[in-house]
């Protein structure tokens, strides 16, 4: 890449006279290794800014790409709008396709076609060896690919942004264990489905730590309502019909009103709710204090981090040395919403 730049360009950038970048680059005498360090780094600084140069006259498109209930793709599309603008001069434009209930073969044709002229994916589906598959198609093509919230671990994904999913789950079991009286009774753990890794994970850190703390309480799990009102009410139901000592609730996968109203129309109280992701129907249930608690994190922090990996892939950002941390989690109650 020396060859791109003139020796005065390297100079001014790295500090150090035309004659020893001229010597560094030709090895036309001794330079010393700190020298040399500092040349090779003007050399790349001076790559970046090329490159960001030349992507700040052009549209980058990102396409965001979601299996989740619409509650929460609305929270994560406008944090994903808001950090938008902290990118300039770079222009990002973010297409989205959300589902609310989709199969993984349509997710598939969804993300293939991505690979025509998107610079990057951010993605929120279920772990299938299909999607790993064309990931790593979109790989070979140099298309980038973000998950989010629920990770593709053995995928050719370039990052996962979220939380903390098996610590999100130890802490719902630390409120709960602290709040339920010592006698034994069942904890329900509804979750979206068996298909999505970060819930399973927030699933086994909420059971480990709920043995550890209260190995009196047991657990139970209710799958497959997707979040969506009618399935999550419909699953509900069936476990209080088949279950008596049900009486808490820790809501991985959301339907939180739809877990409510199973309760009502079964005639049963539930004693402790704990549930996930502060959107609009979770804050008017804390605010009524019909929840306990809703497990929360920086959807901002995690829109920066999945445009920033995106842009640091293409070389438009500088590379980092620390791996991307992973999303606080924050715990909300009806009293700091």
């Known amino acids: 890449m020396a060859r791109s730049f003139s020796i005065?360009?390297?100079?001014?950038?790295?500090?150090?006279?035309?004659?020893?970048?001229?010597?560094?680059l030709h090895q036309r005498g001794s330079v010393s290794p700190?020298?040399?360090?500092?040349?090779d780094q003007a050399i790349r600084d001076l790559e970046l800014q090329q490159r960001a140069s030349l992507a700040s006259g052009r549209t980058l498109p990102i396409d965001l790409i979601m299996h989740t209930p619409e509650r929460f793709s609305s929270l994560t599309v406008a944090a994903l709008l808001r950090q938008i603008k902290s990118f300039a001069p770079f222009r990002l434009t973010l297409r989205c396709h959300i589902f609310e209930e989709v199969t993984p073969e349509e997710l598939q044709r969804e993300l293939r076609r991505c690979g025509n002229d998107s610079y990057g994916v951010l993605l929120k589906a279920s772990d299938h060896p299909l999607l790993e598959k064309t990931i790593a198609e979109l790989a070979e093509l140099n298309v980038p690919v973000v998950t989010l919230v629920t990770d593709l671990p053995h995928s050719?994904?370039?990052s996962y942004v979220g939380m903390d999913n098996v610590g999100a789950g130890r802490t719902a079991a630390w409120l709960l264990s602290r709040w339920l009286s010592r006698a034994t009774q069942t904890v329900a753990i509804v979750i979206s489905s068996t298909d999505f890794r970060g819930e399973e994970q927030r699933k086994a850190g909420f059971i480990q730590a709920l043995n550890q703390r209260a190995p009196y309480l047991k657990t139970i799990t209710v799958s497959e309502g997707?979040?969506?009102?009618?399935?999550?009410?419909?699953?509900?139901?069936?476990?209080?019909?088949?279950?008596s000592s049900i009486q808490s609730v820790y809501s991985v996968g959301g339907g939180n009103s739809a877990i409510l109203r199973a309760f009502t129309a079964m005639h049963r109280d539930?004693?402790?709710f704990v549930g996930h992701d502060l959107d609009e129907e979770n804050r008017?249930?804390?605010?009524?204090?019909?929840?306990?608690?809703?497990?929360?994190?920086?959807l901002n922090e995690d829109a920066r981090s999945a445009f920033s990996a995106i842009l640091r892939f293409h070389g438009f950002l500088p590379e980092t040395e620390d791996e991307a941390a992973l999303s606080r989690v924050i715990v909300v109650t009806p009293y700091n919403i």
């Open 34 to 39: 700190r020298t040399a360090r500092r040349i």
């Open 226 to 243: 997707y979040g969506i009102d009618s399935l999550t009410f419909t699953q509900m139901c069936k476990a209080l019909e088949h279950d």
């Open 284 to 298: 008017a249930l804390l605010a009524a204090e019909k929840m306990d608690a809703v497990i929360d994190h920086d």
């Open 8 to 24: 005065k360009q390297i100079a001014a950038q790295s500090g150090v006279s035309k004659a020893t970048v001229d010597r560094a």
């Open 270 to 272: 539930i004693e402790a």
């Open 156 to 158: 050719r994904r370039i």
